[in-house]
């Protein structure tokens, strides 16, 4: 589509003097999104249609992480791999490493999986439908929706925490989370609009959505008076906007001790790669005792590594913290000096210092290694 077209469609959008605001929902929310879309880095300019890679990588980025966050990763990607092939063709290691700060790292071996997949038995094509989206690895019922309407204009609403925000307001939903998401996605559904303008612009309605709840309808001191569906919004006319969604009392895991073991050679640091399934799979970390509720010192210190040239570990003063999904993390750092010859242990290897930005080190490694070394 031509940028003249898209000028073309945007002026055959209703204008908001509708005698009903509840139908005209769909095409105010279209004409606003016209006016003030978001400029981002995975969002083509108004009138050319999405790339499917890019779609895709975003969303998979954007699970549990914020845009900003999110915009210097994807073009980092993007300037390695510009497209499915060519990440395809990619190692899981290298993916990991450019993965390395993004957190939930399953996310990164799902990508990986996920484009050896398209590549392997799609011919380098994604599907263009939400059932064949979901077959493929890492693409559950929201990602696939979000990339059939984003980049195939299938009419299906994606409903992310945005959109569960807006919607929940709209139209009050009293039943709290996660128990209300099939009402939401019920509701949301509505805004796709029957025109055939609206039924041709599933994406842009879907993302206009996301902007409104990302720039307007935000969790707390939302701008109602800039919104265009503030007509017959519930939650505006009751004054109880920031109460939606509502949500169940959040349950925090347990929290989890152990101990970490910084041991250098040099300008060298001795570091080891964890299991490729289970938390962190796959990622390059210093060795570590078990992360248990209730541990000691004493029992973590009992699982230092055995390296020959340690005869004391140094603990350092205080501790590393970390907080992943279900559980809080406290970690005692111990470190060791070793002469230049030991031999780092089975399973493990030294590497330089001076090198370590490009392992795939997760945060929480990244914290102790600062503690240890700094």
């Given at each position: ?54 779609v895709?990588l975003?969303e ?18 993007l ?17 990991l ?23 392997r ?28 309407a ?24 009293e ?12 509701l949301?559904?509505?805004l ?22 990302a ?17 017959g ?25 152990g ?63 970390h ?17 230049a ?27 102790v ?6």
């Amino acid at each position: 589509m031509t940028l003249a077209n898209a000028a073309v469609r945007r002026k055959k959008t209703p204008s908001p003097d509708i005698a009903d605001p509840l139908a005209a929902r769909p095409a105010l929310l279209l004409a606003w999104y016209d006016r003030h879309r978001r400029v981002l880095p995975w969002r083509p300019p108004a009138g050319r249609r999405p790339d499917p890679y890019a779609v895709w990588l975003s969303e998979i980025m954007l699970q549990q992480t914020g845009v900003k966050t999110v915009g210097p990763y994807f073009e980092k990607f993007l300037a390695r791999w510009p497209d499915i092939a060519a990440l395809g063709r990619a190692s899981l290691d290298d993916v990991l490493r450019m993965w390395a700060g993004l957190g939930y790292y399953s996310r990164a071996r799902n990508l990986h999986a996920c484009a050896v997949s398209v590549l392997r038995d799609h011919g380098g094509m994604f599907p263009g439908t939400e059932e064949g989206l979901r077959g493929l690895p890492g693409i559950g019922p929201y990602t696939a929706a979000a990339i059939a309407a984003i980049a195939f204009d299938r009419r299906t609403m994606p409903v992310d925490g945005n959109i569960e925000r807006v919607v929940s307001r709209l139209f009050a939903v009293e039943e709290t989370l996660p128990q209300a998401k099939p009402v939401i996605q019920r509701l949301a559904e509505t805004l796709l609009g029957d025109s055939r303008e609206e039924k041709s612009r599933a994406g842009d309605s879907a993302q206009a959505l996301m902007d409104l709840g990302a720039s307007i309808c935000t969790p707390k001191k939302p701008a109602c008076s800039l919104c265009p569906l503030n007509e017959g919004c519930s939650a505006r006319q009751r004054g109880d906007q920031e109460s939606f969604p509502r949500k169940a009392a959040k349950k925090s895991g347990e929290l989890r001790r152990g101990a970490a073991f910084v041991v250098t050679r040099g300008d060298e640091l001795l570091v080891r790669s964890r299991p490729e399934k289970g938390l962190l799979g796959g990622m390059t970390e210093v060795p570590v005792s078990e992360w248990r509720a209730g541990q000691d010192d004493k029992a973590a210190l009992g699982q230092a590594p055995q390296v020959g040239g340690v005869s004391r570990w140094h603990r350092k003063l205080g501790v590393v913290t970390h907080v992943f999904t279900h559980f809080p993390l406290e970690l005692v750092v111990y470190t060791a000096h070793v002469p230049a010859r030991t031999r780092a242990p089975k399973g493990m290897r030294w590497v330089p210092i001076a090198t370590l930005e490009g392992e795939a080190l997760p945060n929480v490694m990244r914290k102790v290694i600062a503690h240890g070394i700094g």
